[in-house]
């Protein structure tokens, strides 16, 4: 099973800058799509981004577009999401999933396609 750990998430004051990353490992098929997804107490899972394994393609949730930038470097097994000019609406615990690219179906903007998720960091934004 592969197993994913984000890192970069703590408090930041609105306006501010953060860099998430997420490294898989213990796995034995390779992973395919990649994404961010962020929850709030008491709310759905919510699509922030995702990458397609070779990185041409990535997609966005409107409300974050123009503010981060999901990357991905192979070689390290890692996805990154570079967030900028953060609100205190994108205060939310951050996961990182995974798809393996086997049986997945349905849109990579829904939880349900992902195969594999991080425990979550915390992103607080808030002076």
């Known amino acids: 099973q592969v197993q994913l750990v984000e890192s970069g998430g703590g408090l930041v004051q609105p306006g501010g800058s953060l860099r998430l990353s997420c490294a898989a490992s213990r796995f034995t098929f390779g992973i395919n799509v990649m994404g961010w997804f962020r929850q709030s107490p008491g709310k759905e899972r919510e699509f922030v981004a995702a990458i397609s394994y070779s990185g041409y393609n990535t997609y966005y949730q409107d409300s974050v577009k123009g503010r981060c930038t999901i990357s991905r470097d192979n070689a390290k097994n890692t996805v990154y999401l570079q967030m900028d000019s953060l609100k205190p609406e994108d205060t939310a615990v951050y996961y990182c999933?995974?798809?393996?690219?086997?049986?997945?179906?349905?849109?990579?903007?829904?939880?349900?396609?992902?195969?594999?998720w991080g425990q979550g960091t915390q992103v607080t934004v808030s002076s």
């Open positions: 999933a995974a798809d393996r690219g086997m049986g997945s179906s349905g849109s990579l903007r829904s939880p349900t396609f992902y195969d594999y």
